[in-house]
């Protein structure tokens, strides 16, 4: 079950806030309307929303990050 589409909605999901509020609100919804599967739709019902939360924010500090230039690979070696 990792059809392209399947893999692109949970990537727009982890990224998109509007989208990820959508689905968190209509996961079945949302899944079917983005033309997945019934089993696909399924499955992202099992999706763990608290773990959704933590890794989008994770991945937007990240982006952030990366956006002004800044790595941690420095701190983590010492060296700022």
Aim: hydrophobic share 40%; aromatic share 8%; net charge positive.
């Amino acid at each position: 079950m990792s059809s392209p589409l399947f893999e692109a909605f949970l990537a727009k999901i982890y990224v998109d806030s509007k989208a990820r509020a959508g689905f968190l609100s209509d996961p079945v919804g949302e899944a079917s309307r983005a033309g997945l599967s019934e089993e696909e739709c399924n499955a992202l019902q099992q999706i763990d929303t608290v773990g959704l939360e933590l890794a989008s924010r994770s991945f937007a500090k990240k982006r952030l990050q990366a956006a002004k230039g800044k790595s941690r690979l420095p701190q983590l070696f010492g060296r700022r």
